[in-house]
């Protein structure tokens, strides 16, 4: 049993094993609002413990709550301490919603520029995954909530998500995969989600070696672990591999009706659907588990065990003591923080000076969606805002010149994880945003408004939710030859991309600037006026790389999708800018690439022990936001053994006022020179290492040379 406090002992001791029972399979929520639900134990004061969605804000059933940026852009900000802030104001939110445990953070890399889910994710990058992650699961604790990171481990892909195999060797899990996981454990997560996927033929829910192994035994994880919702693929063998809690523990019908009597869908209403989790499953760790606990295929010890790290985390929050903080939704700092994480993660990839934007610029403000904020992908993740800014109305506000407004083609269309539910009814479905004025847009009308304005502000998207991969990386629609149309006819034309991630860019040298501005939420409007007109600085990284779609590691059928419900992943660690340094390919745009309004000098690089220092230099009259990145370049490895030709190390975002001149430090991990050796371990070859400092993978301002 892990370990526990007396409080916790004393009640595991008291809980007869029907009570016990129940703290480890969900149930129907009687207040509706509830992702997961536990009803307690009245009889001992054990209170009731709801869980809610989600990674960009609290997505309790039919509420709304502050609709923050997507963890892509997130991510882009290279800032823990802001990571911080939000996990922390997400917590205030879920605890005004009266819910005890968020399922955030996401910590799977990008691997897969396709994913449907990218946008819930961090980075193609473990290390910068890992400070983000950290971040955001530390936030969320410091508001006594339970923080619950997600999905336990290479859930890469949803397509075929509940059935794919992920084949991937040990070293390049602990390289790549598990340094997210295992950053969330070192900052005291409370709650680890299994993922759907299979890893090397057995299903994550199942999975001794991962779960209770390494995440219990080896990295001394004391919290609960849950199953993706309908995720639980066994009784004996899930309990037996370490699984504590099966969610929801009951059939859509009971959720909706709040009945648990209420019968599953049939499995032919979803034995077909790719990506589509099969709730016939549910309550395995209802009748199911008492049974095993009776006969002895599951040891009482285990289910005691169970009961300890749910009950740990509720005590822990303050849930037995009824001593929690107040929460708080939809605050003006909220607010704030919502726009000004929007607009620190925008990135300019490009600028030839149109940027930022003089108040009296005429602009026309083009695209098929600026009369709505894009809030986010479909699926758990979807947030209803109590307000929202649209791109139209953000630069309205903003500009003191003329303001006109074209769409140019057909509005995209959101998707949603929920339309494709045969089991679920859901008519919580509103139109966002102001209805567009022009019900048959056509790109000569935006030529037209292009052609009478100072600058074109063409503000482009993609679709994107859980349980379906994107089918291509163009851009939905006619939207690249809208670009195209507008920047020929435009004097100067800005493109403002809002993606799920990487996006193929076929016009980016025809345009005068280009940001990529992900899904940026409720403050959609006012974040990118901030940028544009240079309030903010567009102090953004990119935190995957931009490339074309033939480009990526992952083409061949054999590593994506997979073959025979197996995806290979024969790439091994090299996954995005390793992919690309590896095999000397120069990507669109490379992985930490950004551009400032302001203009930054290195100079004096060191590296002391485990620190690294460098004097930057803002030479502008302006302030600015730079973020210095520390790569390691190792020396020749053993026989054998490949390595990456560079690796993010460490990074520091550092805000500069024009002219000041600051020596930064950032702190190296402690495997930053290491590589795992299935045999030995983390191992460090001796050598000589050259740490890179500079401004992307691809942008190296300074080196030093250490020795190991």
């Given at each position: 049993?892990t ?206 070696e991962?779960?209770?192994?390494l ?13 993706d ?13 370490g ?17 648990e ?47 300890a ?129 022009d ?56 493109v403002?991309?809002?993606s ?19 899904y ?9 006026a ?8 567009p ?46 390919a ?9 551009h ?22 803002n030479?502008?009259?302006?302030p ?64 000589t ?7 992307s ?12």
């Amino acid at each position: 049993m892990t370990d526990t406090t007396d409080r916790v002992q004393r009640l595991v001791d008291e809980l007869a094993r029907e009570e016990k029972l129940r703290l480890v399979r969900g149930g129907a929520d009687p207040a509706g609002t509830a992702t997961g639900y536990l009803p307690g134990v009245e009889r001992l004061d054990v209170p009731e413990f709801r869980l809610v969605d989600g990674p960009l804000g609290v997505r309790a059933e039919d509420e709304r709550a502050t609709a923050f940026p997507a963890s892509l852009a997130l991510a882009a900000t290279f800032d823990p301490d802001l990571a911080r802030e939000q996990g922390a104001a997400m917590a205030r939110e879920a605890k005004a919603h009266d819910q005890d445990a968020l399922l955030a953070p996401g910590a799977n890399i990008v691997r897969v520029p396709h994913c449907g889910r990218n946008f819930e994710y961090f980075s193609e990058d473990p290390q910068l995954a890992s400070d983000l992650v950290a971040g955001v699961v530390e936030g969320i604790h410091d508001e006594d909530v339970v923080a619950t990171v997600k999905h336990y481990v290479a859930n890469n892909q949803e397509r075929n998500r509940t059935e794919v195999s992920a084949e991937v060797d040990e070293r390049t899990l602990r390289e790549l995969y598990l340094p997210a996981f295992r950053a969330a454990v070192e900052a005291d997560v409370g709650a680890v989600m299994t993922a759907y996927n299979r890893v090397n033929g057995t299903h994550m829910s199942d999975h001794r070696e991962l779960v209770s192994d390494l995440l219990k035994d080896e990295w001394g994880f004391d919290g609960f672990v849950v199953s993706d919702w309908y995720g639980l693929e066994s009784t004996v063998a899930a309990a037996n591999a370490g699984l504590d809690l099966e969610m929801p523990g009951v059939s859509p019908a009971a959720i909706r009706d709040g009945d648990e009597s209420d019968a599953p869908p049939d499995a032919a209403d979803v034995s077909s659907l790719d990506g589509i989790p099969d709730p016939t499953k549910a309550g395995l760790f209802g009748d199911p588990l008492a049974e095993a606990v009776e006969d002895g295929a599951v040891p009482a010890e285990r289910l005691d065990d169970m009961a300890a790290r749910v009950l740990g985390q509720m005590d822990r929050i303050g849930l037995l003591d009824g001593d929690r903080g107040e929460g708080a939704l939809d605050t003006p700092a909220h607010r704030e923080l919502a726009e000004r994480v929007a607009a620190r993660g925008t990135v300019l990839l490009e600028n030839d000076g149109v940027l930022p934007l003089d108040d009296e610029t005429e602009v026309a403000v083009i695209g098929p969606n600026v009369h709505e904020a894009t809030l986010g992908g479909g699926g758990s993740s979807e947030t209803t805002p109590f307000r929202s800014v649209s791109p139209r109305e953000g630069i309205e506000a903003r500009a003191d010149g003329e303001v006109t407004v074209a769409r140019g083609v057909p509005k995209i269309e959101d998707v949603s994880l929920f339309d494709l539910l045969p089991y679920i009814d859901d008519d919580s479905d509103e139109e966002s945003g102001d209805a567009a004025t022009d019900p048959d847009p056509s790109i000569d009308e935006a030529v037209a408004a292009a052609e009478d304005a100072d600058v074109a502000v063409v503000a482009v998207r993609d679709a994107t939710t859980e349980a379906r991969d994107r089918e291509t990386l163009q851009l939905p629609g006619r939207q690249d030859e809208l670009v195209e149309a507008v920047a020929e006819a435009a004097e100067r034309t800005v493109v403002v991309v809002n993606s799920s991630g990487p996006v193929e860019l076929p016009w980016h040298d025809d345009v005068a600037a280009l940001l990529a501005a992900w899904y940026p939420g409720q403050a959609h409007g006012d974040a990118l006026a901030d940028v544009l007109y240079g309030d903010r600085d567009p102090s953004g990284r990119l935190p995957v790389t931009f490339a074309p779609e033939d480009a990526y590691p992952t083409t061949d059928e054999a590593q994506y999708p997979g073959v025979g419900d197996e995806a290979a992943y024969s790439e091994g660690v090299f996954v995005g800018y390793r992919h690309f340094d590896a095999a000397d390919a120069e990507p669109t745009y490379p992985f930490g690439h950004g551009h400032s309004y302001a203009d930054f000098r290195y100079e004096a690089a060191d590296v002391d022990g485990e620190t690294v220092r460098v004097t930057v230099a803002n030479c502008a009259d302006r302030p600015g936001r730079e973020v210095v990145q520390a790569y390691v370049r190792p020396p020749e490895a053993p026989d054998g053994v490949e390595r990456p030709v560079r690796e993010l190390a460490c990074s520091a975002a550092v805000a500069l006022e024009g002219g000041e001149t600051r020596t930064v430090e950032v702190a190296l991990g402690d495997r930053a020179f290491a590589r795992y050796d299935p045999d030995d371990g983390w191992v460090t070859d001796p050598g000589t290492y050259t740490v890179e400092v500079g401004r992307s993978s691809r942008d190296i301002r300074e080196t030093v040379e250490t020795e190991r």
